[in-house]
Antibody, heavy 118, light 109 residues
Framework: QVQLVESGGGVVQPGTSLRLSCAAS????????IHWVRQAPGKGLEWVAI????????HYADSVKGRFTISRDNSKNTVFLQINSLRAEDTAVYYC???????????WGQGTLVTVSS | DIQMTQSPSSLSASVGDRITITCRAS??????LNWYQQKPGKAPKFLIY???SLQSGVPSRFSGSGSGTDFTLTISSLQPEDFATYYC???????????FGQGTKVEIK
């Protein structure tokens, strides 16, 4: 069955960096675009970024453009989200999700919590 | 960016009730509208795509409608497992980011 497992979250200080990973299994990973979505504590969902199946295009929300970088390694069935210059407002659960027909987000991981605090 | 606005922000209902949640886009998105359900501490679940098509395995008591800028999600007879927060999201291809509505929390009356 399709599984997406995020990792790499934790408590970090403002201004530092973090790399989140999303390990996929149960489907042909190299055929699918992957999204990152985040959710601040008690708040709604915020779409963050997308990477195409082959890594050839990437798009970001304006709120993270220039600080976040999405990448993937199809040989390892893994997508990464590099987060630089972390801010308190980046505190959230970060989910990765499998794209569905370039129309929606189908399978989601369980999320990884990033807490930015001094 | 396209803004998505849901109403109400929350509602209280009883098992067996029919409820409707509204989602409005700031510009026309044709039928590129999805609905998700999220329970506390869990990842969202994909319910409806293209405004009115149920994803595989979603109970038929869920339905969606609309096009252009105005959309609705209806649950015909609320079940205990339906108490959750519901989000709309547009997926208008040329309009990244695919923004979400702010969510509608459905609570037990």
């Amino acid at each position: 069955q399709v599984q997406l497992v995020e990792s790499g979250g934790g408590v970090v200080q403002p201004g530092t960096s973090l790399r989140l990973s999303c390990a996929a299994s149960g489907f042909t990973f190299s055929n699918y675009d992957i999204h990152w979505v985040r959710q601040a504590p008690g708040k709604g969902l915020e779409w963050v970024a997308i990477i195409s199946y082959d890594g050839s295009y990437k798009h970001y929300a304006d709120s993270v453009k220039g600080r976040f970088t999405i990448s993937r390694d199809n040989s390892k069935n893994t997508v990464f989200l590099q987060i630089n210059s972390l801010r308190a407002e980046d505190t959230a659960v970060y989910y990765c999700a499998q794209d569905w027909r370039k129309m929606a987000l189908d399978y989601w991981g369980q999320g990884t919590l990033v807490t930015v605090s001094s | 960016d396209i803004q998505m606005t849901q109403s109400p922000s929350s509602l209280s209902a009883s098992v067996g009730d029919r409820i409707t949640i509204t989602c409005r886009a700031s510009q026309s998105i044709s039928s590129y509208l999805n609905w998700y359900q999220q329970k506390p501490g869990k990842a969202p679940k994909f319910l409806i795509y293209a405004a009115s098509s149920l994803q595989s395995g979603v109970p038929s008591r869920f339905s969606g409608s609309g096009s252009g800028t105005d959309f609705t999600l209806t649950i015909s007879s609320l079940q205990p497992e339906d108490f959750a927060t519901y989000y709309c999201q547009h997926s208008y291809t040329t309009a990244i980011p695919w923004t979400f509505g702010q969510g509608t929390k459905v609570e037990i009356k």
